[in-house]
């Protein structure tokens, strides 16, 4: 079955910088397009904001106007895995990342990473 597990969120200062990972299972993850979104404090589900995209072969990737030049998508095809660096974070910022992935038009989630910036 599908999994992804998403990790390494923590609270970083304004200006900082952070990896998150998110590590897939029981798909060909070579094959499809991820995602990272994110869910700001007091917001639902349904407002997930899409963050970043990248293509199945890293030839395109796309971000959300308020984060570009900022962060950088990447995925390792052999490690089955999908980054996001951030740099000069923001309190902004400050959500619940999910990665995610479109499978036969069926969405799938990983449990999410918490991401504060604060000082």
């Known amino acids: 079955q599908v999994q992804l597990v998403e990790s390494g969120g923590a609270l970083r200062q304004p200006g900082g910088s952070l990896w998150l990972s998110c590590a897939a299972y029981?798909?060909?993850?070579?094959?499809?397009?991820m995602s990272w979104y994110r869910q700001a404090p007091g917001k639902e589900r349904e407002e997930r904001d899409l963050?970043?995209?990248?293509?199945?072969?890293?030839?395109?990737?796309d971000y959300t106007d308020s984060v570009k030049g900022r962060f950088t998508i990447s995925r390792d095809n052999t490690k089955d895995t999908v980054y996001l660096l951030m740099n000069n974070m923001k309190p902004e910022d400050t959500a619940v990342y999910y990665c995610s992935v479109r499978i036969l038009l069926r969405d799938y989630w990983g449990q999410g990473t918490q991401v504060v910036v604060s000082s």
């Open positions: 963050v970043a995209s990248i293509a199945n072969d890293s030839s395109i990737a």
């Open positions: 029981g798909f060909s993850f070579s094959m499809y397009t």
